[in-house]
T-cell receptor, first 117, second 112 residues
Framework: GAVVSQHPSRVICKSGTSVKIECRSL??????MFWYRQFPKQSLMLMAT?????????EQGVEKDKFLINHASLTLSTLTVTSAHPEDSSFYIC?????????????FGPGTRLTVL | KQEVTQIPAALSVPEGENLVLNCSFT??????LQWFRQDPGKGLTSLLL?????REQTSGRLNASLDKSSGRSTLYIAASQPGDSATYLC???????????FGGGTRVLVKP
């Protein structure tokens, strides 16, 4: 199946710094990628939809100036958490949509654990 | 607004017992329904995808059914093993390419 990677797998940073997380589709082109956030023992909550070559679409309540998303190529989307604070500590997961005829499956990356001190 | 609910939130069974996980959704206008597995601290692994026109899908010991009209899906895992211990999530998109709405998940523990 399609493979999606994320880098880094975990990051610890000081409050006020910015952190960039990469999401790559390794063996296919993804025109659409999604970014999710997951707090401990909770389900995934969609943050934004990332479309190659255009601005991301953010879900209600997600600050677009704080969570910058760039989808510069068909295989790479990045999420930058700007001026991170402890409440931004979470598990961030990306997925890439594979618009195979009849299935429209999303494949998920392994996630990035962000800890803000 | 689509809401997806999974009951129970947690489940503990002895090895060998069959598992039954439930997923319900409020808006029956779905394109498909997916079941995922998530191990602690890891990403999601897709288990089964059922198209809206299908009633069930099978893969090995896993069988998922879909009843769109009643807004329900059930994931059956036969002859559970300790390696099946994980959180199982169901998710639905409203249309092709649309964002997924996830259920809260069911945490499964299979005791040896």
């Amino acid at each position: 199946g399609a493979v999606v990677s994320q880098h880094p797998s975990r990051v610890i940073c000081k409050s006020g710094t910015s952190v960039k997380i990469e999401c790559r589709s390794l063996d296919f082109q993804a025109t659409t990628m999604f970014w999710y956030r997951q707090f401990p023992k909770q389900s995934l909550m969609l943050m934004a939809t990332s479309n190659e070559g255009s601005k991301a679409t953010y879900e209600q309540g997600v600050e677009k100036d704080k969570f910058l998303i760039n989808h510069a190529s068909l295989t790479l989307s990045t999420l930058t958490v700007t001026s991170a604070h402890p409440e931004d500590s979470s598990f961030y997961i990306c997925s890439a949509r594979v618009p195979t005829s009849g299935t429209d499956t999303q494949y998920f990356g392994p996630g990035t654990r962000l800890t803000v001190l | 607004k689509q809401e997806v609910t999974q009951i129970p939130a947690a489940l503990s069974v002895p090895e060998g017992e069959n598992l039954v996980l439930n997923c319900s959704f409020t808006d029956s206008a779905i394109y498909n329904l997916q079941w995922f597995r998530q191990d602690p601290g890891k990403g999601l692994t897709s288990l089964l995808l059922i198209q809206s026109s299908q009633r069930e899908q099978t893969s090995g010991r896993l069988n998922a059914s879909l009843d769109k009209s009643s807004g329900r899906s059930t994931l059956y895992i036969a002859a559970s093993q300790p390696g099946d211990s994980a959180t199982y999530l169901c998710a639905v998109p409203k249309s092709a390419g649309n964002k997924l709405t996830f259920g809260g998940g069911t945490r499964v523990l299979v005791k040896p």
